[in-house]
């Protein structure tokens, strides 16, 4: 069964560097998006992404983060200049047309970011 | 005020007995979709059950079922003869047609517990 996968698994780093995480979404699929869930809370929404463009994003994706599809299969989210409150599991996810046309997201199994 | 509310944080029972997760929901779309996903220990995030607001139909997968009910903002989970391989952090998410993201409002979880 087609998956999400995401590199890499769990990445420490030191406050004030740059992370890429990475994510291969499944292959038909048109929606793309980032996730994040903080020790113990809720999973919340970051960005959507179609068309390598930015579909929509919340209040938490600010300028240290961005989006990019690079190639024809991966998927990036960049923080710059991390901070500790960035200390989170990152989820990508893909569906096959919009969530809110009642299509499925499918979750990676997550990056765990650790800021120190 | 939230959109979706799981009021039970964790619930702990012995193997082999029923357990009912409860999640209500709000939302001004007369579109919408509701999802039920499983965080197991090891963190990732495991789609179980799409539902569209248009279908109340109860729905019975093994040992799991839903009860999705408009007139109470409700679509609980109910586990039958619960294993110790249940025990997990299970979302409660909503789609919606017209407001809100483009992805998901989850819930805060219900963490599960199931003791031999």
């Known amino acids: 069964e087609p998956e999400v996968t995401q590199t890499p698994s769990h990445q420490v780093t030191q406050m004030g560097q740059e992370v890429i995480l990475r994510c291969v979404p499944i292959s038909n699929h048109l929606y793309f998006y980032w996730y994040r869930q903080i020790l113990g809370q809720k999973v919340e929404f970051l960005v959507s992404f179609y068309n390598n463009e930015i579909s929509e994003k919340s209040e938490i994706f600010d300028d240290q983060f961005s989006v990019e599809r690079p190639d024809g299969s991966n998927f990036t989210l960049k923080i710059r200049s991390t901070k500790l409150e960035d200390s989170a599991m990152y989820f990508c996810?893909?569906?096959?047309?919009?969530?809110?046309?009642?299509?499925?997201?499918?979750f990676g199994e997550g990056s765990w970011l650790t800021v120190v | 005020a939230q959109k979706v509310t799981q009021a039970q944080t964790e619930i702990s029972v012995v193997e082999k007995e029923d357990v009912t997760l409860d999640c209500v929901y709000e939302t001004r779309d007369t579109t919408y979709y509701l999802f039920w996903y499983k965080q197991p220990p090891s963190g990732e995030l495991v789609f179980l059950i799409r539902?569209?607001?248009?279908?109340?139909q109860n729905e019975i997968s093994g040992r799991y079922s839903w009860n999705f009910q408009k007139s109470t903002s409700s679509f609980n989970f109910t586990i039958t003869a619960s294993q110790v391989v249940d025990s997990a952090v299970y979302f409660c998410?909503?789609?919606?047609?017209?407001?809100?993201?483009?992805?998901?409002?989850f819930g805060k979880g219900t963490h599960l517990i199931i003791q031999p």
């Open positions: 996810a893909s569906s096959l047309d919009r969530a809110r046309l009642g299509n499925t997201i499918y």
């Open positions: 998410a909503l789609s919606e047609s017209g407001g809100g993201a483009d992805g998901l409002t």
């Open positions: 539902r569209n607001s248009f279908d109340e």
